[in-house]
């Protein structure tokens, strides 16, 4: 669903540390979900995606891991920079009868300190 | 090299007062999106076209329409701002509908006086 708190999750690292960022999705039908990182004052950036005939995909310095019995999602950085503080989302395409719209979880601020 | 561009980044307007928000595109995409964000909350879909093809979100205020010209442009008109539409105004676009990842602009911060 969409995300209505005003309170964001919020996790601080130390810089050098790895971050795991979690997830819960709501839609059990959803086939593809992707990581979006947002910056303040830009829009979001894509960071990775993956099916969900896969469990794990791995990018540069970041891994998604998907768990479908459960419906969660996580993002895992490694060697965290204080280039990757800003807010990340997770967002599903919506299956089933909303087929094809982008829903976005509620968000975490990932701090880090140098 | 910015793909999906949109202008102004800032915007100024008064109560009432209609405003257009622009997005364009380099990528060739055949759908376009826009996104209202408020602070601390996530991005929500007003609408998207796919080609010529308008589709609005139930949710959606009559008060938010929007133009596509061509396959580069599409245009986010508000005719009678209120207060509680200062937000951020993302577009994004994306090759196809569907299991396909969206791109998006730095947005449009709108405020309202």
């Known amino acids: 669903g969409e995300s209505v708190g005003l309170h964001l999750p919020t996790l601080s690292v130390q810089e050098g540390d790895n971050s795991i960022i979690n997830c819960a999705y709501s839609?059990?039908?959803?086939?593809?979900f992707i990581w979006y990182k947002q910056e303040s004052g830009k829009g979001p950036q894509f960071i990775i995606d993956i099916r969900s005939n896969m469990d794990k995909r791995q990018g540069q310095r970041v891994t998604v891991l998907l768990n479908k019995t459960v419906k969660h999602l996580s993002l895992q950085i490694a060697a965290t920079q204080p280039g990757d503080s800003a807010v990340y989302f997770c967002a599903e395409i919506q299956g089933g009868t909303s087929y094809g719209k982008l829903t976005f979880g509620q968000g975490t601020i990932l701090t880090v300190h140098p | 090299d910015a793909m999906v561009i949109q202008n102004p980044r800032y915007q100024v307007t008064q109560f009432g007062k209609p405003v257009t928000l622009s997005c364009s595109q380099t990528l060739n995409h055949n759908v376009m999106y826009w996104y209202q964000q408020k602070s601390s909350q996530a991005p929500k879909l007003l609408f998207h076209y796919y080609d010529k093809d308008f589709n609005n979100e139930a949710d959606t205020p009559d008060n938010f329409q929007s133009r596509r010209p061509n396959t580069s442009f599409c245009f986010l008109d508000i005719r009678s701002p209120g207060l509680g539409d200062a937000a951020m105004y993302l577009c994004?676009?994306?090759?196809?509908?569907?299991?396909?990842?969206?791109?998006f602009g730095d947005g449009t911060r709108l405020s309202i006086l």
């Open positions: 839609n059990s039908a959803s086939d593809y």
């Open positions: 994004a676009t994306s090759r196809d509908w569907g299991d396909q990842p969206q791109h």
